[in-house]
T-cell receptor
């Protein structure tokens, strides 16, 4: 069963704690992405990775960090430096450097920080 | 910054009616895509239209693109209750595989 998995579906943390969101894909895609979605809003790009051991900042990278040690995995850490971390986080992937251009999305993780 | 802007923000129609959503963008694009998001779920790709195309069909979906006006429309014909979702347009610029999303149109189809 191919696809992208994100875990957990819901995550609760206290303010000041770092938290890591998991994203795994078995689609053999090179590129992976992390987006943040706030209520009634579109998606904003946090970080993306085109290849293992390489990643770039997106539009709203401050307060977040990522790693890409394996092709299948692209975990996102929300650090205590992120001012407003409560949001819905979506991971996506696509083949690198060629069409199709569409991205494949995971089911998302809803993070609540109090 | 977000490039796409969907219009309307919300749309409520009766089952069987057609639904039209519009998307405007600001800079030159390589392609424009439409995605659907059911409440609390991930996005699902619906259709992609390239900058040199004017119209594309997929099942009950019809997408148009007017690059001179920097706008696109998504038409869903004979809507069903299962079409209830938020719909987003996303643009990709020349030489880029990154997507820039709009804020979406929330469609409610009433049975």
């Amino acid at each position: 069963d191919g696809g992208i998995t994100q875990s957990p579906k819901y995550l609760f943390r206290k303010e000041g704690q770092n938290v890591t969101l998991s994203c795994e894909q078995n689609l053999n895609h090179d590129a992976m992405y992390w987006y943040r979605q706030d209520p009634g809003q579109g998606l904003r790009l946090i970080y993306y990775s085109q290849i293992v051991n390489d990643f770039q900042k997106g539009d709203i990278a401050e307060g977040y960090s990522v790693s890409r040690e394996k092709k299948e995995s692209f975990p996102l850490t929300v650090t205590s430096a992120q001012k407003n971390p409560t949001a819905f986080y979506l991971c996506a992937s696509r083949p690198r450097d060629r069409g199709p251009y569409e991205q494949y999305f995971g089911p998302g993780t809803r993070l609540t920080v109090t | 910054s977000q490039q796409g802007e969907e219009d309307p923000q919300a749309l409520s129609i009766q089952e069987g009616e057609n639904a039209t959503m519009n998307c405007s963008y600001k800079t030159s694009i390589n392609n424009l895509q439409w995605y659907r998001q059911n409440s609390g779920r991930g996005l699902v790709h619906l259709i992609l239209i390239r900058s040199n195309e004017r119209e594309k069909h997929s099942g009950r979906l019809r997408v148009t693109l007017d690059t001179s006006k920097k706008s696109s429309s998504l038409l869903i014909t004979a809507s069903r209750a299962a079409d209830t979702a938020s719909y987003f347009c996303a643009t990709s610029g020349a030489g880029s595989y990154q997507l820039t999303f709009g804020k979406g149109t929330k469609l409610s189809v009433i049975p």
